[in-house]
């Protein structure tokens, strides 16, 4: 007598709910984690100028001149200063010509980003200590409890006159 030979199935693995469960791990994860928000200065541009207006002239002796080299080394018009004697001098030069000065900034490609924010930093500083001692002075509250419109004010008062400079190329150009 024969034997039918029967052909062992190996049996499937159910995988319906794989799906279900990674999907639901991939938005526990993404609920969970926490992002890392981007750092940045708060800067507004100027508006372009108008078709018939002409560039302002500015006198040499009211441009500071920062420059961050590449050893993180700060330096005021060719002179190496500390953070706070930075903050010092763009406080004195802001007070004693509110609009006709202007913080030139150079900082070189290799500078790390901790030394170009703490003088960036340094020099915000000395223009928000004006504004609030003009706050206090005027409006008789700190520049952070003023209307939009006192702040308006003292913003043009004392303005920020910051100018990037844009870096000098070695050699030609970009490797």
Do not use: W
Not at 29 to 50: N, Y
Not at 142 to 162: G, H, K, L
Request: charged residues 25%; negative net charge; hydrophobic residues 35%.
């Amino acid at each position: 007598m024969f034997r039918k030979r029967y052909h062992k199935q190996i049996p499937e693995l159910n995988t319906t709910s794989t799906a279900d469960i990674s999907f639901m791990l991939l938005i526990f994860f993404l609920v969970t984690s926490s992002m890392d928000t981007e750092k940045g200065l708060l800067r507004q541009m100027p508006p372009p100028p108008l078709e018939h207006e002409q560039p302002m002239d500015i006198h040499k002796d009211m441009v500071m001149r920062i420059e961050l080299d590449a050893d993180n080394q700060l330096t005021l018009d060719g002179k190496t200063i500390t953070l706070q004697q930075l903050t010092d001098e763009v406080r004195t030069m802001a007070s004693i010509n509110r609009t006709g000065h202007v913080v030139s900034i150079q900082a070189d490609r290799a500078t790390t980003y901790e030394a170009y924010f703490s003088m960036q930093n340094a020099v915000v500083s000395a223009y928000n200590s004006l504004r609030r001692q003009y706050a206090i002075q005027h409006y008789g509250k700190p520049y952070r409890f003023c209307s939009s419109d006192e702040r308006a004010a003292i913003n043009d008062y004392y303005p920020q006159r910051i100018s990037e400079m844009p870096i000098a190329e070695e050699e030609g150009g970009r490797p």
